[in-house]
């Protein structure tokens, strides 16, 4: 089992530049996850999806941000345009039917 | 917010000590979930304990959980240098959906 996968590790850009963040979620798993993580605010959930189809977007800051599942297998955050304050690491995290959810390794963003 | 609240935010022991980590949420809960954070890593799952059950163990660790207090315990038993990470506590909607709010974490340094 690969875990779910998350690209790039790390990313680092300039304010007002457009950035998407990728995941591959575990096989099987239904449900997906986007959080943020910051010193101050801790780990906030930002977007879930079910079956594809997104459930609850309340977390998502605001408009720059945006979430997408296409298929199964892929889900992207995108920041358009990107601001210093959306510096953070952002995590996805996949499950099965009431299970456990499982993590990737975070995307480090910084946006200067 | 039923957001969890662990308790010490930091802890530094030696190698073979117990650690004891507590987590006070506000709203009544289905279950609640401790996670470990290596640095540099996303969340892994620990443990599961439902609001029905008091006492879980899985090898080193036992959890404890109050619902009238709204508490919880984790206690790692001889811990090694190893166990060094950040540990959340994480509980749910009493609704049961697919919401878990993370705590803000507990940093155990353990001494080799």
């Known amino acids: 089992d690969a875990g779910v996968i998350q690209s790039p590790r790390h990313e680092v850009t300039e304010m007002g530049q457009e950035v998407t963040l990728r995941c591959k979620p575990i096989s099987g798993h239904n449900s997906l996850f986007w959080y943020r993580q910051t010193m101050m605010r801790g780990l906030e959930l930002l977007i879930y999806f079910n079956n594809n189809v997104p459930i609850d977007d309340s977390g998502m800051p605001e408009d720059r941000f945006s979430a997408k599942m296409p298929n199964a297998s892929f889900s992207t955050l995108k920041i358009q345009p990107s601001e210093p304050r959306d510096s953070a690491v952002y995590f996805c995290a996949s499950s099965g039917q009431d299970q456990p959810q499982h993590f990737g390794d975070g995307t480090r963003l910084s946006i200067l | 917010s039923q957001q969890g609240e662990e308790d010490p935010q930091a802890l530094s022991i030696q190698e073979g000590e117990n650690a004891t980590m507590n987590c006070s949420y506000k709203?009544?809960?289905?279950?609640l979930q401790w996670y470990r954070q290596n640095s540099g890593r996303g969340l892994v799952h620990l443990i599961l304990?439902?609001?029905?059950?008091r006492e879980k163990h899985s090898g080193r660790l036992r959890v404890t959980l109050d619902t009238s207090k709204k508490s919880s315990s984790l206690l790692i038993t001889a811990s090694r240098a190893a166990d060094t990470a950040s540990y959340f506590c994480?509980?749910?909607?009493?609704?049961?959906?697919?919401?878990?709010?993370f705590g803000t974490g507990t940093r155990l340094k353990v001494l080799a």
């Open positions: 709203t009544s809960i289905n279950n």
């Open positions: 994480a509980t749910d909607a009493p609704s049961g959906t697919y919401k878990y709010i």
């Open positions: 304990i439902r609001s029905n059950e």
